[in-house]
């Protein structure tokens, strides 16, 4: 069964970079039927897809955070890495990386990892 598990800094300055780990086990990134991807759940709000990186290396954003976000990947450490930059308090969320097969829901989640944005 696949694990995920996010990790990263608790902690961001403002206008600094958010970067973000996703290792998994028991599946490998690269397996085509899959997108690995990234979410976010700000305090009170609704989770929020932030993009996707598919098992080829194809990479998809959300249009609203597109300008800000790069998502890439460590085949050999079977690890999606999410950079965020230019973070404001706005950018403060849970943060999760999840699995979904390709035009599917998101059936396997990390358990999240708080971030805060705060000087």
């Known amino acids: 069964q696949v694990q995920l598990q996010e990790s990263g800094p608790g902690l961001v300055k403002p206008s600094q970079t958010l970067s973000l780990t996703c290792t998994v086990s028991?599946?490998?990134?690269?397996?085509?039927?899959?997108?690995w991807s990234w979410i976010r759940q700000p305090p009170g709000k609704e989770l929020e897809w932030i993009g996707s990186?598919?098992?080829?290396?194809?990479?998809y954003y959300s249009p609203s955070l597109k300008s800000r976000t790069s998502i890439s990947r460590d085949t050999s450490e079977n690890q999606f890495t999410l950079q965020l930059s230019s973070v404001t308090p706005e950018d403060a969320a849970v943060y999760y990386c999840?699995?979904?097969?390709?035009?599917?829901?998101?059936?396997?989640w990390g358990q999240g990892t708080q971030v805060t944005v705060s000087s």
């Open positions: 990186i598919g098992g080829s290396g194809s990479t």
């Open positions: 028991g599946g490998s990134i690269t397996t085509n039927i899959y997108h």
């Open positions: 999840a699995r979904r097969v390709v035009g599917g829901p998101f059936g396997d």
